[in-house]
């Protein structure tokens, strides 16, 4: 019944296997556990799908070993569980000596004969699920039901149940108890949360906002202070000036935006609305470069204090040591057990829940953390708290940084080699900030010399085109074509609302290939039956093609079914998914759904699903940054930008060492 049964230590090399039905496919299955589940710390829950296998696996951590049984999906194999224990004890048992003496050059050398052991664990494993009483259902006579008087079911009028009222008053009781015991450590130990819920309540959800996004900025700046220059005094003053309103209506030109025959040329944008240094937020930064995230840690701060106070012996516990202090104690050469880890675990869950990590992500990733770390030896003076948390701090890294990474400028190039746009599609729920985000990508593509074509394709919000359009003059001011020897960077395909959002973004292809580059073409004009078949020369093209689609919820089938026929439609060569940091657990749902949708209705064999992400209004969260997480671990697809602002130049790459940190921060 079994495909395989394969040990390996944590190092690659295999000790022994099992070749059941299938043969020598085991390999490509293990090598996916090892890729998708092993290395990215993905292990909580010990089974992983591959194609029609199922594979369930255990990890003994003291002498770094994983065993590996697999099976096919559709059989419900009650016994592997059994199996791999106790092929797990009998195989460690046996050869625990070896281990122990040899070390790695032990197994190297090793010759495991174990086959006749497996075939007598596996009789037995099969046996055992074999004998097992089915489960008898009860027969009325054994149920509590039977034992009713039918007198005791009646109820008479004004005379209440005696037990339930009996009842009711332990439970009271209980409830007063439990309350009277729980409300003062309850006080005690979130006093200081509570008092801070207390501030929040009061203020706005603006306001909150608001205060997050300057203590992003105080953050922010304190950390870009070390590496760039200093700004000149002049610059602090700068800021958006108010508007007045003036009620004479001396003003009523100036806010009159009825006129929208512009198209995105640049002479159109308003002067009053658009401050071109506001746009362009920090002066010294580098034209075209993609900053990293910066976030300064609590631990270094503190660190550095320690270095500057060595007399001082209390210093203040950073990071995660503050909150779990009192589960400090040192295991010295002992190996860890479940129980030890538990309590910290369970704080770690809930530190990480209150970061704004999806519960059940937080809940998958102790129990991957706790399945690494169980039976691993510690050393003589580490801390059950250190070791766990430096393991989750590994696994929160590597979540981060998954297998593929996204270099959109190569690949904007090699697609430029190939004498075609490079396309990417943008796609979300309402109000994330899909075109505000989208015109931060095509500022710095076009800082990178390169020319945007923008598809519309969002034909259902009122305004969505209008937005687009007064981006693309913006972003023209910021770049005239005099600055690229006379080449429009940046054009706004259009076709107004109501239509087909595929055919809109086909056509924007179709246009973005043949182009309009050198400025000159009516937008929306062109259709594919006048592009020119062959490819034509890159500048007469366009060389990124963007297209904004409308926002959409996970559950509205009907636009989840047109996203997926506009991405099967037109191939795109990156599907973006623009999510907010502010997202808690719902991050789950919309990023499951949303490749629920493209895989069902994709027409290749392999399906189409989301390629990357793009995590914006990050300044609004301080260090509440879980949303990261959760979303690369359900996707295990990169954040290629971070959206940090409103201003052209608040895009960033994502720096997975200061995620963790904020995130680890107490
Ligand atoms: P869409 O409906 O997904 O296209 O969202 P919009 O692009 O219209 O953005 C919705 C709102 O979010 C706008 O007010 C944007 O200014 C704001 N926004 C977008 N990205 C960011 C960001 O990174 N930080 C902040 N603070 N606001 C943002």
């Not at 369930?56 to 590996?68: A, C, P, S």
């Not at 224990?85 to 003496?101: A, M």
């Not at 400090?328 to 990590?357: F, Y």
């Not at 699903?609 to 996707?635: C, E, N, P, R």
């Amino acid at each position: 019944m079994l495909d395989f049964f394969t040990i390996f230590s944590k190092g690659g090399l295999v000790l022994w296997c099992f070749q059941g039905v299938r043969g020598p496919a085991a390999t490509a299955p293990v090598n996916a556990l090892i890729r998708s589940v092993l290395l990215q710390e993905r292990g909580g829950n010990n089974s992983f799908t591959h194609e029609a296998l199922t594979l369930k696996y255990k990890l003994d951590n003291q002498f770094e070993l994983v065993f590996v049984v697999g099976f096919q999906k559709i059989l419900t194999l009650t016994y592997v569980d059994k199996l791999i224990d106790d092929v797990h004890k009998e195989f460690r048992d046996k050869y625990r000596n070896e281990f122990q003496q040899k070390g790695a050059l032990g197994l190297l050398n090793g010759t495991f004969d174990f086959k006749d052991d497996f075939m007598r664990l596996l009789r037995d494993a099969e046996e055992s699920s074999k004998v097992r009483a089915p489960t008898v259902m009860k027969t009325f006579e054994q149920s509590l039901k039977s034992q009713k008087t039918v007198k005791c079911m009646i109820e008479t009028r004004g005379e209440k149940p005696k037990e339930k009222v009996k009842n009711k008053k332990n439970k009271g009781s209980k409830k007063d108890g439990t309350e009277a015991v729980a409300a003062p450590s309850k006080a005690s130990a979130g006093d200081k949360q509570l008092s801070a819920a207390g501030e929040k309540e009061e203020l706005t959800k603006d306001e909150i906002l608001q205060k997050n996004r300057e203590e992003f900025f105080r953050r922010h700046m304190k950390a870009g202070e070390k590496s760039r220059s200093p700004k000149p005094d002049a610059q602090k003053e700068k800021g958006k000036k108010p508007r007045v309103w003036d009620l004479g209506n001396s003003n009523a030109k100036v806010l009159d935006y009825s006129n929208s025959a512009t198209n995105g040329s640049a002479e159109a944008c308003p002067v009053e609305e658009f401050d071109p240094d506001m746009a362009l937020g920090d002066k010294n930064r580098e034209p075209g470069r993609l900053y990293d995230l910066e976030y300064e840690s609590d631990d270094e701060a503190e660190e550095e204090k320690v270095v500057q106070n060595p007399s001082k012996s209390s210093v203040k516990k950073g990071g995660l040591g503050g909150m779990f202090g009192m589960l400090k104690g040192l295991v010295g050469s002992k190996s860890l057990t479940r129980g030890d880890m538990d309590p910290v675990l369970e704080k770690m869950k809930d530190h990480l829940i209150a970061k704004n990590v999806a519960a059940e992500i937080a809940v998958q990733l102790c129990e991957s953390v706790a399945k690494k770390l169980e039976g691993k030896v510690m050393g003589t003076f580490t801390t059950v708290t250190s070791t766990v948390k430096q393991a989750l701090q590994e696994a929160l890294v590597q979540i981060l940084q998954p297998q593929r990474r996204v270099d959109v400028l190569r690949d904007v190039m090699d697609a430029q080699r190939h004498r075609r746009p490079y396309v990417i599609t943008f796609c979300g729920v309402n109000g994330v900030g899909k075109s505000t985000n989208l015109a931060k990508i095509s500022f710095w593509l076009i800082e990178n010399g390169f020319s945007v074509l923008i598809a519309a394709c969002d034909t259902f919000r009122a305004g969505a085109v209008e937005q687009l359009r007064t981006h693309t003059r913006r972003l023209n001011a910021l770049h005239p074509p005099e600055s690229h020897g006379g080449r429009t960077m940046v054009q706004l395909y259009e076709k107004g609302y109501g239509k087909d959002a595929a055919g809109i973004a086909m056509e924007a292809i179709s246009y973005g290939m043949c182009g309009a580059g050198g400025g000159g073409a009516v937008l929306g004009q062109c259709r594919p039956s006048h592009c020119l078949p062959a490819a034509p020369a890159r500048n007469q093209g366009f060389d990124v093609v963007l297209v904004d689609t409308a926002g959409r919820m996970q559950d509205n089938a009907p636009l989840m079914t047109a996203l997926a026929k506009l991405i099967a439609v037109n191939a795109p060569d990156l599907v973006l998914f623009v999510g907010e940091a502010l997202v808690g657990n719902e991050a789950v749902d919309q990023l499951v759904k949303f490749n629920k949708a493209l895989a069902d209705h994709s027409m290749a064999q392999t399906p189409r699903l989301i390629d990357g992400i793009v995590l914006t209004k990050f300044d609004t969260i301080d260090d509440k940054v879980g949303a990261a997480i959760s979303m690369t671990y359900i996707t295990s697809k990169p954040i290629v930008f971070v959206g940090t602002g409103q201003t052209y130049c608040d895009l960033r790459s994502l720096n997975a060492k200061a995620v963790v940190a904020a995130l680890m921060k107490a």
